[in-house]
T-cell receptor, first 118, second 114 residues
């Protein structure tokens, strides 16, 4: 069965610290996509990144970086020099591919609440 | 211009009532979704429509009836509301790219059933 595990329920850091959010997934698909979404206190869901299963290169976007390792089924997210505005719930998600191409289903992890203290 | 808009943003109602949440997207996407986020922030898909055709129905009680009059709209009607229906309901849309769809979410509609 498809599953996404975010073992860290809550993380609290002080501004300027680096923080890594863990994501471990399970799938029997050989082709799949992984995503991270951010949900700030205002409640909307904001797309951060998509990574396909064939691309294991790490990605960096400003203070954000992602480490995808198929060998450990992990897709971890690191924020460097955290800021108060990074405070949010972060969701990792896996795309389930079994719908004939017409659509896909995102399976979300339970989220990690990141609190960045000033 | 809001890409995916939902109305209302907040809805407070009594048990047993019927209510609707509307969703519209102006992104030209072919696929639309309803997700439910419970009090523990867990997000789960309820329905997915592709070009007005129901594709995913995730064992949701039949008190929930989605309706897609065209591919830019997906409304959610809920009959005989129960306490357990209290949640935030998110509408989303995406292009139809197998598995790779990046979902754009609306701001959510918080439903409180008293």
């Amino acid at each position: 069965a498809q599953k996404v595990t975010q073992a860290q329920t809550e993380i609290s850091v002080v501004e300027k610290e680096d923080v890594t959010l863990d994501c471990v997934y399970e799938t029997r698909d050989t082709t799949y996509y992984l995503f991270w979404y951010k949900q700030p206190p205002s409640g909307e869901l904001v797309f951060l990144i998509r990574r396909n299963s064939f691309d294991e290169q790490n990605e960096i976007s400003g203070r954000y970086s992602w480490n995808f390792q198929k060998s450990t089924s992990s897709f971890n997210f690191t924020i460097t020099a955290s800021q108060v505005v990074d405070s949010a719930v972060y969701f990792c998600a896996l795309s389930e591919m079994n719908y004939g191409g017409a659509t896909n289903k995102l399976i979300f992890g339970t989220g990690t609440l990141l609190a960045v203290q000033p | 211009d809001t890409a995916v808009s939902q109305t209302p943003k907040y809805l407070v109602t009594q048990m047993g009532n019927d209510k609707s949440i509307k969703c519209e997207q102006n992104l030209g996407h072919d696929t639309m979704y309803w997700y439910k986020q419970d009090s523990k922030k867990f997000l789960k898909i309820m329905f997915s429509y592709n070009n007005k055709e129901l594709i995913i129905n995730e064992t949701v009680p039949n008190r929930f009836s989605p309706k897609s009059p065209d591919k830019a709209h997906l409304n959610l009607h809920i009959n005989s509301l129960e306490l357990g229906d209290s949640a935030v309901y998110f509408c989303a849309s995406s292009q139809t790219v197998p598995g790779a769809n990046v979902l754009t979410f609306g701001a959510g509609s918080r439903l409180t059933v008293l």
